[in-house]
């Protein structure tokens, strides 16, 4: 026949050509060779409508549209080609893998159902169960046929297989009303056509949403991280080539870990959708939010003007989410903290422009830390102060674990004294850490210890030092001294901790009764059920407990009484106005009486002021601490301090008021 037509593959290209008819001859009349010329024409005819339908089926596949539209297509084509009224293809339901969906179709009836059992599907269900074709000439006989398409007078039917990936998800029927009309091969060919295309369309949809997912945050629908770094690349390189800008939001909920908590990681799943919903809201159109991780957000915008802008884009935010939300019934309050970052501007008045991703990500992240340290709900913009200082605390922290691994950290040790006579009754175990010849203010590195861990080792070592301290005094015959040493909460946690507070006692051989360990007040009060059954444990040793700071923690006086506890320490900040406010005067005497009530020990600290030992002697309390009777001393001039028996004014030089806490961590806190 020579070369092939155009669409050659598609239904109907067998049919013959006009050189392969064979017509028989008539002398009398052409009827015979009329009659082949119309067939010719017909077949002509049909074959150029399905090509007609199938490019424009195909042409709509190769747009990025709704799949929906594109088997709307497939149903429509099927239907004028085929010269039918009913036509609908059926697919899988994705929640019931045992029912057929009707997802697109021509001529049905409305009303029906639908969902429909793949049992129950009639030629339909067939197709799709054996992955065949299935065509069945007298509908009526049929025992799978469907009593509604019996009542819409359906007499011949096929069934074609619809698939994904080779494998059938459902199915594609075409039905005739017509009496006498049968579906020979070629119109089974041309069904099996477009059901190739309405696969197509599924799978390439199947595709799409794999890809989709790729770059779409499967919980909340936002980008995902992919995603907002691809937009913050497009984003610097416009900055790069017009000197346009940018600007980056990084939010991170505050108290997020609280609602997983207590309410479960269902509801906390729950909320961030809500809130991702209220951030998209509230985000100007042209952002791009996503969810970078957990309960951290991004929002991108790419053509910000000023910081400014950002700013007020970043205040609407945080606005947005002040209402409660709803979660499965639970009122749950959310704020967040915010950081913003910047890239570009050519004039160079906007503060740390970022030049790459990983910078813009890394200020804006700074930024929204120090939005927390400022007090959480609120928002931060990067200046390069902020990562100057995180460089510097992660060499601070750097050095830090290296003095705490090498034992470098050394104690110091404060007078506690009997206020009436001077003499010095015990001390308290003061951490020092000498850096390069600076000393160190705890304030700088307390913080740093805690949140790395490093404190539980530094605790050890501390306890270490005032047990040490001790046994060397009672071999100078100083007996009847007391040592307190400051415990942090996660020092109190540690199922260690009993075992090695037992072997420090054992080695030095020091009495348990003359070592005091002191735990913050509103460490305490955090949970005093679990708290007091530590402490017990602890107390079972023959050591005493402190709490320090009290009267500021806010305890309970019913809980107090229940906690196994020998000693109260009067916060600083009722002694600092002691002499001069009627108000803080009450207060420590109110402590002196509760005190007395329980059957405690009362020691007041910060204590600077000879008016200050004046007022507490004359409200009952014996013992105190601070610098008017001496500053911490390392232990050989303690000692000698100890040896002369007295404290005072006189006892050592008397170094400036400066705190240096580490209250309420295991290793001591600041001089009194």
């Given at each position: 026949?020579?070369?092939?037509?155009?669409?050659?593959?598609?239904?109907?290209?067998?049919?013959?050509?006009?050189?392969?008819?064979?017509?028989?001859?008539?002398?009398?009349?052409?009827?015979?060779?009329?009659?082949?010329?119309?067939e010719?024409?017909?077949?002509?005819?049909?074959?150029?409508?399905?090509?007609?339908?199938?490019?424009?089926?195909?042409?709509?596949?190769?747009?990025?549209?709704?799949?929906?539209?594109?088997?709307?297509?497939?149903?429509?084509?099927?239907?004028?080609?085929?010269?039918?009224?009913?036509?609908?293809?059926?697919?899988?339901?994705?929640?019931?893998?045992?029912?057929?969906?009707?997802?697109?179709?021509?001529?049905?009836?409305?009303?029906?159902p639908?969902?429909?059992?793949?049992?129950?599907?009639?030629?339909?269900?067939?197709?799709?169960?054996?992955?065949?074709?299935?065509?069945?000439?007298?509908?009526?006989?049929?025992?799978?046929?469907m009593?509604?398409?019996?009542?819409?007078?359906?007499?011949?039917?096929?069934?074609?297989?619809?698939?994904?990936?080779?494998?059938?998800?459902?199915?594609?029927?075409?039905?005739?009303?017509t009496?006498?009309?049968?579906?020979?091969?070629?119109?089974?060919?041309?069904?099996?056509?477009?059901?190739?295309?309405?696969?197509?369309?599924?799978?390439?949809?199947?595709?799409?949403?794999?890809?989709?997912?790729?770059?779409t945050?499967?919980?909340?629908?936002l980008?995902?991280?992919v995603?907002?770094?691809?937009?913050l690349?497009?984003?610097?390189n416009?900055?790069?080539?017009?000197?346009?800008?940018?600007?980056?939001?990084?939010?991170?909920?505050?108290?997020?870990?609280?609602?997983?908590?207590?309410?479960?990681?269902?509801?906390?799943?729950?909320?961030?959708?809500?809130?991702?919903?209220?951030?998209?809201?509230?985000?100007?159109?042209?952002?791009?939010?996503?969810?970078?991780?957990?309960?951290?957000?991004?929002?991108?915008?790419?053509?910000?003007?000023?910081?400014?802008?950002?700013?007020?884009?970043?205040?609407?935010?945080?606005?947005?989410?002040?209402?409660?939300?709803?979660?499965?019934?639970?009122?749950?309050?959310?704020?967040?903290?915010?950081?913003?970052?910047?890239?570009?501007?050519?004039?160079g008045?906007?503060?740390?422009?970022?030049?790459?991703?990983?910078?813009?990500?890394?200020?804006?992240?700074t930024?929204?830390?120090?939005?927390?340290?400022?007090?959480?709900?609120?928002?931060?913009?990067?200046?390069?102060?902020m990562?100057?200082?995180?460089?510097?605390?992660?060499?601070?922290?750097?050095?830090?674990?290296?003095?705490?691994e090498?034992?470098?950290?050394?104690?110091?040790?404060?007078?506690?004294?009997?206020?009436?006579?001077?003499?010095?009754?015990?001390?308290?175990?003061?951490v020092?850490?000498?850096?390069?010849?600076?000393?160190?203010?705890?304030?700088?590195?307390?913080?740093?210890?805690?949140?790395?861990?490093?404190i539980?080792p530094?605790g050890?070592?501390m306890?270490?030092?005032?047990?040490n301290?001790?046994?060397?005094?009672?071999?100078?015959?100083?007996?009847t001294?007391?040592?307190?040493?400051?415990?942090?909460?996660?020092?109190?946690?540690?199922?260690s901790?009993?075992?090695?507070?037992?072997?420090?006692?054992d080695?030095?051989?020091?009495?348990p009764?003359?070592?005091?360990?002191e735990?913050?007040?509103?460490?305490?009060m955090?949970?005093?059920?679990s708290?007091?059954?530590?402490?017990?444990?602890?107390?079972s040793?023959?050591?005493?407990?402190?709490?320090?700071?009290?009267?500021?923690?806010?305890?309970?006086?019913?809980?107090l009484?229940?906690?196994?506890i020998?000693?109260?320490?009067?916060?600083?900040?009722?002694v600092?106005?002691?002499d001069?406010?009627?108000?803080s005067?009450?207060?420590?005497a109110?402590?002196?009486?509760?005190?007395?009530?329980?059957?405690?020990?009362?020691?007041?600290?910060?204590?600077?002021?000879?008016?200050?030992?004046?007022?507490l002697?004359?409200?009952?309390?014996?013992?105190?601490?601070?610098?008017?009777?001496?500053?911490?001393?390392?232990?050989?001039?303690?000692?000698?301090?100890?040896?002369?028996?007295q404290?005072?004014?006189?006892a050592?030089?008397?170094?400036?008021?400066?705190?240096?806490?580490?209250?309420?961590?295991?290793?001591?806190?600041?001089?009194?």
């Open positions: 026949m020579g070369d092939a037509m155009p669409g050659s593959d598609l239904p109907g290209s067998d049919l013959p050509g006009p050189d392969q008819l064979h017509p028989a001859t008539c002398a009398s009349c052409g009827s015979t060779a009329g009659t082949a010329g119309a010719l024409r017909a077949a002509l005819d049909h074959r150029q409508s399905v090509l007609t339908e199938m490019v424009a089926v195909q042409r709509a596949l190769a747009r990025r549209g709704p799949l929906q539209q594109k088997l709307d297509l497939v149903t429509q084509a099927v239907s004028r080609v085929l010269d039918v009224k009913l036509v609908g293809i059926r697919l899988v339901d994705r929640t019931n893998p045992e029912e057929l969906l009707v997802v697109s179709g021509t001529g049905l009836d409305p009303t029906l639908i969902r429909s059992p793949v049992a129950g599907s009639g030629v339909g269900g067939a197709a799709f169960r054996s992955n065949q074709t299935v065509c069945v000439d007298d509908y009526g006989e049929h025992p799978a046929a009593g509604h398409y019996l009542r819409a007078g359906v007499r011949v039917v096929m069934g074609v297989p619809v698939q994904k990936f080779g494998r059938a998800v459902g199915s594609i029927v075409a039905a005739s009303t009496p006498g009309r049968r579906f020979d091969e070629t119109d089974r060919e041309t069904l099996r056509a477009f059901a190739d295309q309405a696969s197509i369309a599924l799978t390439e949809q199947h595709l799409f949403e794999e890809m989709q997912q790729g770059y945050d499967p919980l909340t629908g980008a995902n991280r995603q907002l770094l691809i937009g690349s497009a984003a610097l416009l900055v790069a080539d017009d000197g346009s800008t940018a600007a980056v939001l990084f939010i991170d909920l505050d108290g997020f870990k609280i609602v997983n908590d207590t309410l479960g990681h269902a509801i906390g799943d729950e909320l961030l959708v809500k809130v991702a919903q209220r951030l998209r809201r509230a985000a100007p159109g042209t952002a791009t939010v996503g969810r970078f991780g957990g309960d951290e957000f991004l929002i991108l915008l790419p053509a910000c003007a000023a910081v400014s802008e950002a700013s007020a884009v970043a205040q609407h935010l945080l606005d947005a989410l002040t209402a409660s939300f709803d979660v499965s019934g639970h009122e749950v309050t959310i704020a967040a903290s915010i950081g913003i970052a910047w890239a570009g501007g050519t004039g008045t906007e503060p740390g422009s970022a030049a790459s991703s990983l910078d813009l990500l890394r200020h804006a992240d930024a929204m830390y120090r939005a927390k340290a400022a007090g959480r709900g609120r928002y931060c913009v990067f200046e390069q102060e990562y100057d200082d995180l460089v510097r605390a992660l060499a601070r922290e750097r050095d830090l674990r290296e003095a705490v090498s034992e470098a950290m050394t104690a110091h040790f404060q007078p506690i004294v009997d206020l009436g006579t001077g003499t010095v009754t015990g001390a308290e175990a003061l020092r850490w000498d850096h390069g010849g600076r000393l160190v203010p705890p304030l700088e590195f307390v913080g740093i210890a805690e949140e790395t861990g490093l539980v530094l050890r070592q306890l270490r030092h005032a047990c301290a001790l046994a060397q005094w009672r071999h100078a015959g100083l007996n001294l007391s040592m307190s040493v400051n415990l942090s909460v996660r020092e109190l946690e540690s199922p901790l009993v075992e090695d507070l037992q072997a420090e006692l080695r030095t051989g020091v009495d009764s003359s070592l005091v360990i735990l913050t007040e509103s460490a305490l955090r949970d005093v059920t708290m007091s059954v530590r402490l017990t444990t602890l107390r040793l023959g050591v005493r407990i402190a709490i320090d700071d009290f009267g500021t923690g806010y305890s309970s006086l019913a809980r009484r229940w906690l196994p020998d000693i109260l320490k009067i916060d600083r900040s009722f600092d106005e002691l001069s406010d009627r108000l005067r009450a207060m420590a109110t402590v002196l009486q509760l005190a007395d009530a329980l059957g405690l020990e009362v020691v007041a600290e910060g204590v600077e002021r000879d008016a200050q030992r004046t007022v002697l004359d409200l009952g309390c014996r013992v105190g601490q601070g610098y008017l009777f001496g500053r911490p001393l390392p232990l050989p001039e303690m000692t000698a301090l100890l040896l002369r028996g404290a005072g004014p006189g050592g030089s008397v170094a400036p008021a400066i705190s240096m806490s580490m209250k309420p961590f295991v290793t001591p806190g600041a001089a009194r």
